[in-house]
């Protein structure tokens, strides 16, 4: 997570770890419906590049 | 122009719109588009699993994982959030 801007892990924890909707998420952060999708995708994608990473021994 | 009269989209594209269509952000045709390109990609079809699998592994970290730091803010974002309901 420390890999993340911080707008980035407060979307991706917020969406997917605490499980909010994204109304309530845009609502925290006083965000629009598309910057919280934007940040959401980010977040997600590079977490994924990590995961994939760490699987495959490159870390 | 060209670009959007195009009925397939390229991989690069595809992989840009996983979250939209995840979220269920995408029109009805653009869905479509995504999803034909889905049904002929296995590399695209994998990276929409890793997303899955990205958010089913992000959803079992525990506060522990994350730097005091990091809970600060979470707990700095929750109050001034409450505030403003109020």
């Given at each position: 997570m420390d890999e993340l801007p911080a707008r980035q892990r407060e979307v991706v924890i917020l969406r997917d770890v605490e499980e909010m909707s994204s109304e309530?998420?845009?609502?925290?952060?006083?965000?629009?419906?598309?910057?919280?999708?934007?940040?959401?995708?980010?977040?997600?994608?590079?977490?994924?590049?990590l995961f994939e990473d760490e699987f495959r021994g490159v870390r | 122009m060209r670009l959007l009269l195009r009925r397939d989209l390229a991989c690069q594209q595809a992989v840009e719109l996983v979250?939209?269509?995840?979220?269920?952000?995408?029109?009805?045709?653009?869905?479509?588009?995504?999803?034909?390109?889905?049904?002929?990609?296995p590399h695209c079809t994998e990276y929409l699993a890793q997303m899955r699998e990205t958010i089913r592994l992000t959803g079992r970290l525990e506060p522990e994982d994350l730097t005091p730091r990091q809970r600060d803010e979470f707990v700095e974002l929750y109050r001034r959030w409450r505030s403003e309901q109020e």
């Amino acid at each position: 997570m420390d890999e993340l801007p911080a707008r980035q892990r407060e979307v991706v924890i917020l969406r997917d770890v605490e499980e909010m909707s994204s109304e309530e998420v845009c609502s925290v952060l006083a965000i629009s419906d598309g910057n919280q999708r934007v940040l959401l995708h980010r977040g997600r994608s590079r977490l994924r590049q990590l995961f994939e990473d760490e699987f495959r021994g490159v870390r | 122009m060209r670009l959007l009269l195009r009925r397939d989209l390229a991989c690069q594209q595809a992989v840009e719109l996983v979250t939209d269509y995840l979220e269920g952000a995408l029109s009805r045709r653009a869905r479509r588009r995504f999803e034909t390109h889905l049904a002929g990609c296995p590399h695209c079809t994998e990276y929409l699993a890793q997303m899955r699998e990205t958010i089913r592994l992000t959803g079992r970290l525990e506060p522990e994982d994350l730097t005091p730091r990091q809970r600060d803010e979470f707990v700095e974002l929750y109050r001034r959030w409450r505030s403003e309901q109020e």
